[in-house]
């Protein structure tokens, strides 16, 4: 088993920075001087785990995750995926380069609107060089549930269930080890699609062993994913909870609000598809 170990420093604490224009996505905007968005944050996830970070919005769960995913370059402390350890300003390179791969949570962003579906799913693979890449593309489509003649179009004549699938399938095609959920794919999609896509995304991942880290502020489906989960505030981990604490916690989430992807009994109208946790 490989653990992914996001570490202190022995002589200090771990410390994610955002600088200005380099940083998570331009969220941070400061004037010479850098500011910490995470702190001491110390945790690893074993493979084939689940684990979820939840948390308010910039409380620093999705920086640690571009960390992960190497979009965020600044940080010091010890990272280390698939027992590769990470370089603080260095790209991800090698096999970690292949074996981590992200889906982004809002599926109207992420694809190039003046790129066919096929040339989307079929760039990367002619990238590393890995041959039959439309067979594969088309392999990795049907993968996620959508047919081969979606390959033709362009991402505007697709639904957002639709698109969300296609960025699964593009994070799928060159067999990651470890599946990043960057702010809950789902999040952007109506709610009548949520809980379809989560519920395929358990499925590509009994199916390969995968490992899933998923960042989220809902607690259902953090409950509903997870086999555990750290709970961030202000840069820090205050907590880590287990598979019995997150189903008492989901469920008490739940209550007194309105419904979420989890809720409804079955697919009839006004309801959403009920998860089945496997």
């Known amino acids: 088993m490989w653990p992914l170990w996001v570490k202190k420093s022995p002589c200090r604490d771990a410390r994610l920075t955002a600088n200005r ?3 998570a996505g331009g969220q941070l905007r400061t004037r010479n001087r850098q500011i910490a968005a995470v702190r001491g944050v110390s945790f690893a996830v074993e493979e084939g785990e689940t684990f979820g970070l939840v948390g308010p919005s910039g409380c620093g769960k999705s920086t640690v995750l571009r960390v992960i995913a190497g979009l965020q370059r600044e940080w010091s402390g010890r990272v280390s995926a698939l027992s590769q ?8 390179t090698g096999e970690v380069r292949r074996a981590v791969q992200m889906v982004f949570q809002d599926p109207y ?15 990367p693979l002619r990238v590393n060089r890995v041959p039959a890449a439309r067979t594969r593309a088309a392999e990795a489509l049907a993968a996620v549930g959508l047919a081969p003649e979606l390959a033709r179009r362009y991402p505007n004549a697709l639904s957002g269930g639709q698109r969300q699938r296609v960025a699964i399938a593009r994070a799928l095609l060159l067999r990651p080890r470890l599946l990043l959920l960057l702010d809950e794919p789902t999040s952007a999609l109506d709610m009548s699609v949520q809980a379809e896509i989560l519920n395929l995304l358990n499925d590509l991942k009994r199916a390969s062993g995968m490992t899933f880290i998923l960042v989220s502020h809902d607690m259902d489906v953090i409950a509903h994913m997870c086999d555990r989960a750290a709970t961030m505030r202000r840069g820090q981990i205050i907590e880590v909870m287990g598979r019995e604490r997150l189903s008492a916690t989901g469920a008490t989430a739940s209550s007194g609000r309105s419904p979420s992807p989890l809720a409804g009994e079955g697919r009839g109208e006004g309801s959403a598809p009920t998860f089945q946790r496997q």
């Open 21 to 23: 224009g380099r940083g």
């Open 109 to 123: 962003a992420s694809l190039h609107p003046r790129h066919t579906i096929r040339r989307t799913l079929e760039e």
């Open 85 to 92: 350890p990470y370089r603080p300003g260095r790209r991800l």
